[in-house]
């Protein structure tokens, strides 16, 4: 062999090595395990994608909005003593009949009275405006202790509508019981179940389960509210109080005139006791629809 080709096969000799060590240092570097391989990554997008979707919830849910405590009693206050004339004044308010008659016997609680059933949740939209009625109608008949004031839901139709609950209220009377339930608070939580009897009722007129349900002593049942929640929209809970007394607001029209439909059933019930409540104006009113 010539010294010109030896030199020449060392050269690629060493070429080949050179080569073949870098090519062994990419291997290594490629070999080297890397953290966002195998189950790690997808498990840390899981969380961050769950904890996204939680926050839009809660961030949307909103706290349960609050007022002062004196704030909250003259809402009530003036809720439950609306004037016997605004009553009279708005009659049905252009309402037609929310209630429908039914066949079945009248229901009574122990004492003899009859049972007004009423079954919602305070996420609802349409608990939170059918409330208002119920509350001024009940009213007539007897005393409400703990009432307080939510909202809707804020991710329902009609979000953050303002209202009442009877979660933690009770009512006294001499001529009507209530057996009312808040099943689930303003963010949906189950907060209590419904009674046998409260069931019972439900499934015989509306085995679906809908809610607002309403019942006056299962003899006239209402589904829903009686009139739209809208017209409580963009008003705080004072606003829809003062404006509950001013018969010549379209609120005062949906609110009070369902009330007197409401009040009429109880009549229907109460034998038309009290005189003075199912013998007014307002009442006769809904009667000659």
Same mark, same amino acid.
Request: aromatic share 6%; charged share 20%.
């Given at each position: 062999?010539?010294?010109?080709? $030896? ?13 073949t060590?870098?090519?062994? +240092?990419?291997a290594?570097?490629?070999? +080297? ?23 839009s919830?809660?961030?949307?849910? =909103?706290?349960?909005?609050? %007022? ?11 809720? /439950? ?5 605004? !009553?009279?004044?708005? $009659? ?6 929310? %209630? +429908? ?5 009248? %229901? ?15 996420? *609802?939209? !349409? *608990? ?5 009625? &119920?509350?001024?109608?009940?009213s007539?008949? =007897?005393?409400?202790? $703990? &009432? ?9 139709a009609?979000? @953050?509508?303002? /209202? %009442? ?8 009377? @001499?001529?009507?019981? &209530? ?17 046998p009897?409260?069931q ?5 007129? @509306?085995p679906? $389960? ?7 002593? #299962?003899?006239?049942v ?13 008003? /705080?809970?004072?606003?829809?109080? #003062? ?16 009330a ?6 109880? *009549?229907? #019930? ?7 409540v *199912?013998?007014?104006p ?8």
């Amino acid at each position: 062999m010539s010294r010109a080709s $030896g030199s020449t096969e060392a050269a690629r000799t060493r070429r080949e090595r050179r080569a073949t060590g870098r090519g062994s +240092r990419r291997a290594r570097h490629a070999e +080297r395990p890397s953290v966002w391989r195998g189950p790690l990554p997808y498990l840390a997008a899981a969380l961050v994608i769950a904890g996204a979707i939680a926050w839009s919830i809660l961030s949307r849910a =909103g706290p349960t909005p609050t %007022l002062t405590a004196a704030a909250s009693d003259a809402v009530v206050a003036s809720v /439950t003593t609306i004037p016997a004339d605004v !009553f009279d004044r708005v $009659g049905a308010g252009g309402l037609a009949s929310p %209630l +429908r008659a039914t066949t079945f016997e009248t %229901l009574r609680g122990a004492s003899g009275k009859p049972v007004v059933i009423y079954v919602g949740a305070e996420y *609802c939209p !349409f *608990c939170a405006s059918e409330r208002w009625s &119920l509350v001024a109608a009940l009213s007539r008949f =007897g005393t409400f202790e $703990g &009432l307080s004031l939510s909202t809707s839901s804020s991710t329902d139709a009609y979000p @953050d509508t303002p /209202t %009442l609950t009877f979660r933690g209220a009770s009512y006294r009377s @001499d001529h009507v019981e &209530l057996s009312a339930v808040e099943t689930a608070d303003r963010q949906g939580r189950p907060v209590a179940d419904t009674t046998p009897v409260q069931q019972a009722a439900m499934d015989r007129s @509306d085995p679906v $389960g809908s809610i607002p349900f309403l019942s006056i002593a #299962e003899r006239y049942v209402a589904i829903g509210s009686g009139y739209r929640p809208d017209v409580l929209g963009g008003r /705080t809970w004072a606003q829809i109080a #003062e404006q509950m007394r001013d018969p010549s607001t379209p609120l005062a029209r949906g609110v009070i005139g369902n009330a007197n439909w409401i009040t009429a059933a109880i *009549c229907e #019930e109460t034998g038309g006791q009290p005189a003075n409540v *199912c013998d007014s104006p307002g009442v006769h009113a809904t009667r000659s629809k």
